[in-house]
C-alpha cells in the first residue's frame, strides 16, 4: 500500500518527502527503517513549520504519536513527532533535538486536538516546556511529584523507591539471602 | 457546525437534521455559563454549579480514571479526566530491564488485551534485531490475537449495557469472556496475561483437541451474540439513550486522532488490518465495519458486528494454521542479547484502534527508550473532555464506556 498517489497527482514516497524536507527545512540524513516507515531529523526551529507542511501539503493528517527521548550523554532531549498518511500509508517520524539546559520547544497545539495532551505529558516526565499550550502546567498522571521529571535517565527509579518506600514501620522483610544466612546457615559464611 | 477554539478542542453543535434527539438544553441558555476562549466561565462561589467526580472505579471500564464533572443542574459543563491511579511507569522500568525480561512486563499495560503488547514489543525487537518469525508461529499470534479482540470486545459489551442499567448482558458476557480466558489457559498456562508470543515466535503450538473446544466456546458466542442484539440492541431505553449520544463528528476524527471502532462508526473507513496488513491479515477474507451515524449506539452496532467478524476470522486463521512447521526462531543467550542500536515504530489494530509501540536501541542489553501508543491516549482524554460537554450527567457512563476506554494505556 506504500508508494501510494495521492489526490493532486502527487506520488508520495518517502524518497519524495525526503528531498522535499531537506529543500525546505534543512532536514538530515533519513533512516529508511521499512519502505513505509522513515525516521528524519529536522532542527528545532524548523520542526513545527516541517510538521505543518507534511499536514497541510502532504497529507499527513494523522499524528500518531508526539513523545521524547533522552540523549542524556550528549546533553539533549529528541522530540519524536510520528506522522501518518492514510492514503499512502506511510508514516513519517520526524525528530527534532533540543539541550536539555533549556528544555523549552513550539507547540503544535494548534494542529491537533489531541496534541496538548502529549505535551502536557512531556512538561511533567521529561521537563520540556510548551510556552502556549494550554494546561500544559497541570499534573497529567502525577500529583504532589517534587523530584525531578520521572522519565529522565538521570531519575534513579530504585533509589526514589527506596528512599521513599523503605523501611516502613510494621514490615517485614523476607530475603531470601538473609533468611539463608541467619536462619538456615547461620554458621557459613555466605 | 465545527469551529475551532483556541484551546485546539472543539465545539459541537448537534445535527440539526432531526435523527439524534437533542440533550442539550438549547432553547435557554441564560442559566449556563458563558464561554470564553472556548471553556465555560464557571465561577464556584455562586453555587450554580457542583463538582462531581465519577470514578476512579467504574465498572465499565478496565481500569482506574475519574472524571472531574462540573455540573449546572443535571448538564455537564466541564469534564476533565484524571489517570495515574495505576500508574507504574511500564516504559521506565522497560529501560531497566533486559529485552527478554519486558515480555512479563508488557502484557500488563492492557489487561483484558495483552497479546497486542506482546506481539507489538515483540515485532520491535525482532525487527532491529533482524529475527524471521517462522510462517507458523505468525498464524499462531494472530489466533491469539483475534482471540484477545474477541474476549475484550465481550468485556466491553457487558460494560455498555451495564452503563445504562442493563446488568444482566454483563453477566453473560463475562461468563462467556471466561470460556474464552479457558482456551487461553489451554494454549499458555495462562488466562490473563499470557506471555505466549516471544521473540522469534510462540512459546508452543496448539495443544491436542484445542480446536475442539475452540469450535465449541465460538459457537456459544455466536448464539450469545444473537440474545444480545435481540436484548440491548432491539431495547427502546438502548435506542433512546444512545442514540444521540456522545456524537462524533467526521471532522472531528483527524483533528483528535480518532481511530478504530469510534472512528469507523462516523463513517471512517479505516483499519489496519486492511490498510497495513500485519501478520496473515492480508489472506483473510473481512471487510471493514461502518457506519454513518457517528453516535454511541452507531459504536455499539460495529462493535457487534465486528465481534461476528472475529469469530469468523479465528474459524479462517485455524484452517490456516499449518499442522507442522517451526514456531521458533533460535535466539542468541538473551540473557546476554544486544539488540542492535536502531529505532523502529510497529502498529496493529485493537479493538479500540489504533495500538502501536515504538522502540529504540542503542545496542546495550537493555532498550533505551519504549513508548506505548494506545487509543485511550485520544479518546479518554481530548474526546471525553469535549464529548461531555452539554451532556446529561446520567449519560456521563455511558458516553465514557461507548469510547472503549482502558486508562492503563494512558498512564503506561
Not at chain 1, 510538521?51 to 497529507?59: A, N
Request: proline share 6%.
Amino acid at each position: 500500500m506504500s508508494n501510494a498517489t495521492i489526490a493532486g497527482g502527487r506520488e508520495v514516497t518517502p524518497e519524495v518527502i525526503y528531498e522535499d524536507l531537506i529543500a525546505r527545512f534543512k532536514a538530515g540524513s533519513p533512516d529508511r527503517r521499512r519502505d513505509d516507515l522513515m525516521f528524519i531529523t529536522v532542527p528545532q526551529a524548523e520542526a513545527v513549520a516541517a510538521i505543518t507542511h507534511l499536514k497541510e501539503h502532504w497529507g499527513f493528517r494523522h499524528l500518531a504519536f508526539f513523545t521524547a527521548v533522552d540523549l542524556i550523554e550528549r546533553n539533549l532531549f529528541r522530540l519524536t513527532y510520528m506522522l501518518h498518511s492514510y492514503e499512502a500509508s506511510i508514516d513519517v517520524c520526524l525528530q527534532a533535538d533540543i539541550s536539555r539546559d533549556a528544555p523549552i520547544a513550539d507547540t503544535i497545539h494548534h494542529l491537533w486536538a489531541g496534541a496538548s495532551t502529549y505535551e502536557r505529558e512531556l512538561k511533567e516526565m521529561f521537563g520540556i516546556d510548551f510556552p502556549g499550550c494550554p494546561r500544559v502546567d497541570e499534573p497529567f498522571a502525577l500529583e504532589g511529584w517534587d523530584e525531578i521529571p520521572p522519565m529522565r535517565r538521570d531519575f534513579d527509579t530504585r533509589a526514589y523507591s527506596e528512599r521513599t518506600f523503605f523501611p516502613r514501620d510494621g514490615r517485614e522483610k523476607h530475603d531470601k539471602v538473609d533468611i539463608m544466612k541467619n536462619e538456615l546457615y547461620p554458621e557459613v559464611d555466605l | 457546525m465545527i469551529t475551532n477554539p483556541p484551546h485546539g478542542g472543539l465545539l459541537r453543535t448537534r445535527p440539526t437534521d432531526g435523527k439524534a434527539p437533542l440533550r442539550v438544553f438549547d432553547e435557554d441558555r441564560s442559566l449556563f455559563p458563558e464561554h470564553r476562549d472556548g471553556r465555560p466561565d464557571i465561577d464556584l462561589s455562586s453555587g450554580k454549579f457542583l463538582k462531581v467526580w465519577q470514578g476512579p472505579q467504574h465498572p465499565g471500564i478496565t481500569g482506574n480514571m475519574s472524571l472531574e464533572l462540573t455540573v449546572s443542574g443535571d448538564e455537564v459543563v466541564e469534564c476533565k479526566t484524571h489517570v495515574g491511579y495505576l500508574h507504574r511507569g511500564f516504559e521506565k522500568l522497560m529501560e531497566r530491564r533486559l529485552y527478554i525480561q519486558n515480555f512479563p512486563l508488557v502484557c500488563r499495560i492492557c489487561v483484558p488485551e495483552p497479546d497486542f503488547n506482546e506481539y507489538l514489543y515483540a515485532a520491535c525487537v525482532e525487527d532491529l534485531a533482524g529475527i524471521e518469525v517462522p510462517e507458523r508461529a505468525n498464524w499462531l499470534r494472530l489466533l491469539t490475537l483475534e482471540m484477545a479482540r474477541l474476549t475484550s470486545f465481550l468485556m466491553w459489551i457487558g460494560g455498555q449495557a451495564g452503563s445504562l442499567g442493563l446488568g444482566t448482558i454483563g453477566q453473560w458476557t463475562v461468563t462467556h469472556r471466561d470460556y474464552m480466558l479457558d482456551l487461553f489457559e489451554e494454549l499458555s498456562g495462562g488466562r490473563i496475561y499470557h506471555m505466549y508470543i516471544i521473540p522469534g515466535g510462540v512459546r508452543d503450538g496448539l495443544p491436542e483437541g484445542w480446536t475442539d473446544h475452540l469450535a465449541d466456546v465460538l459457537a456459544r458466542v455466536e448464539k450469545l451474540l444473537g440474545e444480545i442484539d435481540l436484548v440491548m440492541l432491539h431495547n427502546a431505553v438502548m435506542k433512546a439513550r444512545l442514540k444521540g449520544l456522545g456524537y462524533i463528528d467526521p471532522a472531528m476524527v483527524d483533528h483528535y486522532g480518532i481511530t478504530g471502532p469510534n472512528a469507523r462508526a462516523s463513517g471512517i473507513e479505516r483499519d489496519i488490518r486492511k490498510d497495513q496488513p500485519y501478520l496473515g491479515y492480508d489472506q483473510l477474507d473481512f471487510e471493514v465495519v461502518t457506519a454513518t451515524e457517528g453516535d454511541a449506539y452507531a459504536r455499539l452496532e460495529v462493535r457487534l458486528a465486528e465481534m461476528y467478524q472475529s469469530i469468523d476470522l479465528i474459524r479462517q486463521i485455524v484452517r490456516k494454521i499449518p499442522a507442522q512447521g517451526p514456531i521458533h526462531t533460535k535466539l542468541p543467550n538473551v540473557l546476554q542479547w544486544r539488540v542492535p542500536a536502531g529505532q523502529t515504530w510497529h502498529r496493529a489494530e485493537c479493538t479500540r484502534g489504533e495500538y502501536g509501540y515504538m522502540l529504540v536501541s542503542d545496542g546495550t542489553d537493555k532498550p533505551r527508550r519504549v513508548y506505548v501508543k494506545g487509543p485511550s491516549y485520544t479518546h479518554a482524554m481530548a474526546v471525553m473532555e469535549d464529548l461531555a460537554v452539554n451532556t446529561n450527567v446520567a449519560d456521563i457512563a455511558g458516553l465514557m464506556v461507548s469510547l472503549h476506554t482502558y486508562p492503563p494505556e494512558v498512564e503506561r
